[in-house]
């Protein structure tokens, strides 16, 4: 069974005491083999409707949002894309059309709450309406 956009794998579904990598596809899938996170191998028989709701989760290194793009790597792949939703400390590596794919192989990472911080504060140090002198 291979994989499609928006399925949501928890690693928690069948491994309560990991990490509690949570990844969404964007992409892809067709290829798709296996995830490898504190030591599990997560598949098809991890996909969940929605994230389960459950504490403890530790993150990563690189938080959350970190995109992991095979077609990047690997131009003659299905293009599996995934997207860390939650947890990740654990995370090795994710395999998909003979490829094996880590986190030093990321796209992005999404910082928009950083972002909006930083704007919300660049703002505050402007002048509101008109200034200088007449």
Known sequence: ??????????EYKRFPDSCGLVVKVLAGGEGFQKIVCCGHELTE????????????????QKGVGVII??????????GLR??????GQGLQRM????????LADEQEFLDLGIRNARMAQSEKDEPLGPSGNA
Not at 1 to 6: C, F, S, V, W
Not at 45 to 60: E, S, Y
Not at 95 to 102: F, K, R, V
Request: proline share 2%.
């Open 1 to 10: 069974m291979a994989l499609k956009k928006g399925d949501i794998i928890d």
């Open 45 to 60: 028989q991890d996909v969940v409707p929605a994230r389960l709701k459950k504490g403890g989760r530790k993150m990563g």
């Open 69 to 78: 793009d095979e077609k990047k790597s690997f131009g003659d792949s299905c």
């Open 82 to 87: 995934l997207m860390i939703m939650d947890g």
């Open 95 to 102: 395999e998909c059309c003979g490829h094996s794919l880590t």
